[in-house]
């Protein structure tokens, strides 16, 4: 939907202009008695100019009195004193109730807060005009009988126009069908409209969300690195093979050099992998090549890992902001379901994108939103000022009728026994009995504290949808209103009322810095647990492979092993047998023996006997080094004739550990 204008009037205007603008010297010129120098300009910016009227049509030294109906609405027409003064009470606060109405609401000078209040309350001290104050509890039944809708906006026109009222202060749409029931002040701001809607739901698995954790890098950066991988992982195996590094141990000794190579190289590209997944290298070089390669490699992570770190969690994040029962007014048309919206808002809606039977009116902001929030509509169209006061601020606190058999849901139920839902967004009473306690902790209490945060704004390219401010007014005060509006506009005296009393007084608490974080469903995950479990079944599928073949390996060795031990020669006698005794092979009874056999069984005890020896060498090293302490701490005790030539207990330790390595004899 593209924009649309409030007024077909504004644009016939438009045209009556520009032709007196290209008429008008010809038309002076046909008329001699009208000229400029002729023509009396009369001050509408004026101070204390509107004066009472006399029998004789002619203005009096009295100041006029006008009859301003003054539309509650927080931050845009508030009374203070008067919400003061029923707390005080102790009872509720309404001015538009006749029956909770105080004296305090129906005095004009009171009116002066919001941003409109306090706008239109300037204006009137400029004209120096006594102004009566009235509300919605001052409607007549005149209106009443011309006029069956819901909203008190459209109501307050018709008072105007049936001449019950002189102006009506408050933020007023001006649309086409108003203007034709009463004039308007020139517009005083634009209110830019919204498209809201409640979070839809996980919408169940799809397979496009396994390939959702490579989104955040583009196919050719994923294909470099690839890249790198490899290129690491071959230049580490080729520099560091050779030295030792422990990177490259082969996990089976007896594999041939080819196989070695291989697996020195697939470990190589393993680690490299290694590296990449946890952002950090893997590889432990040996060399100051290996360290300058790694180095390289190490940068390429930290950059890469911040990036997609950085991309995923924004695309994750965005895709969890725009996610909603709807994503544009279209689908909302195409699906068939309902729209939310106030009742003078419903002629601006194309028919042809959303039919008129799925469009539900109300009468304020409060109803509808409830009505939205609770999944009668699946978007709703608000204003900018009541997003930030309902949706972002969270202040504003409304009745609703919950009544199931109300059809409207408004703000009072039709029938008058059943009672309104306060719906109290800041619950401003706090939590019971703990007033000092966190609202959000005391459910009970606060049952619907901030809960409009959940509200998401619909980007919508084709929703644009723009309305004009103004003040409905009767024709005597229209130009008056007018030319004091215009100029407030342009010092940029509105855009500072309302800063102070919207934006500043209802700030932001839903997109607060470090509110909750946003919940990633199974469905933003699958790709990470598919890609995670099924490098482990790999892992597990190559044990398994490995065991079977190791298992192989082992029998044929095992069997190659015991085979001479077993054979029998054709004497029926064993070649020979392994004892278990000192690890020589005795002789076995009745067999015989050949010369390789014989051989075989002399290295056997040759390696036998050296290996005592060496045990022994070991035994008599262990022996001196303790003797060489004991005469060490000997010395420190005396250090006189008992130590050695030299006065140090040392030489008497090298000389013990000398004579170890003399074939076990001490040196003298």
Known sequence: MRVAYSSDLVCAAGLVSLLLLQLGPGILAQNPQTTPASIEVQNFQCFDCVFEIGPNGLPTENPRKIRAIFM????????????????????????????????????????????????????????????????????????????SGGSSYTRCVWEVRLGMADICVGDFWETNERRMVAPFTSSFDLDTMRLVTMPGGSSGFDPKNLLGIFKPLQPTVWAVTVAMFFFTAFLMWFVEQGTGNEDFEYEDSIQSNGLRQLEGSVKSIWLSLLGMVSAAPAHTPTRWSGRLIVLGYAFMLYITAASYTANLAQDMVAKKVIKGKVETLAELGEKGTKLCLLEAMSPLIDAEVVKPENIVG?????????????????????????????????????????????????????????????????????????????????????????????????????????????????????????????????????????????????????????????????????????????????????????????????????????????????????????????????????????????????????????????????????????????????????????????????????GGLFGVFSNGKTAH
């Open 362 to 654: 109300f009468g304020w902001y409060g109803p509808m939103l409830e009505m939205t929030y609770n999944g009668d509509c699946d978007a709703a169209v608000i204003g900018k000022t009541e997003y930030q006061t309902y949706v972002l601020g969270q202040t504003v606190a409304f009745p609703v009728c919950t009544d199931p058999n109300d059809v409207k849901k408004g703000a009072e139920c039709a029938d008058p026994t059943v009672e309104e839902e306060i719906i109290d967004l800041p619950c401003g009473a706090g939590c019971k009995d703990e007033p000092d306690k966190d609202r959000s902790e005391c459910p009970e209490s606060c049952p619907h504290y901030r809960k409009y945060c959940e509200f998401q704004e619909v980007v919508d390219g084709e929703f644009q949808l723009a309305i004009g401010l103004g003040m409905p007014v009767n024709n005597e005060l229209q130009d008056y209103m007018s030319a004091w509006i215009v100029p407030l506009k342009l010092d940029r005296t509105v855009s500072r009322l309302r800063q102070q009393y919207v934006a500043d007084n209802a700030p932001d608490v839903c997109n607060v810095e470090g509110g909750d974080a946003v919940a990633l469903t199974p469905e933003d995950m699958a790709g990470v647990f598919v890609v995670s479990g099924g490098i482990m079944v790999i892992g597990l599928i190559v044990y398994i492979v490995q065991l079977v073949i190791y298992r192989d390996k082992n029998a044929a060795s095992n069997q190659e092993e015991e085979s001479p031990a077993d054979q029998v020669d054709v004497d029926g006698g064993a070649i020979g047998k392994e004892a278990a005794n000192g690890g020589k092979v005795e002789d076995v009874p009745g067999a015989s023996y050949s010369e390789e056999d014989k051989a075989a069984k002399n290295i056997v005890d040759a390696l036998s006997s050296k290996i005592e020896l060496i045990m022994k060498r070991l035994d008599q090293l262990e022996e001196m080094d303790v003797n060489a302490v004991q005469v060490e701490e000997a010395a420190r005790r005396k250090p006189s004739a008992e130590n050695g030539p030299n006065g140090n207990a040392e030489d008497i330790s090298f």
């Open 72 to 147: 509650d609405s927080g931050n845009v027409v508030e009374n203070p004193t008067a919400q003061d003064r029923a707390r005080e009470l102790g009872i509720d606060y309404s001015c538009n109730d006749p029956a909770l109405a105080l004296p305090e609401c129906f005095d004009a000078k009171l009116w002066n807060s919001g941003w409109v209040g306090a706008l239109a309350s300037t204006i009137f001290a400029n004209l120096g005009v006594e102004v009566i104050a009235m509300t919605h509890a001052n409607f007549s039944l005149n209106s009443a009988a011309v006029y």
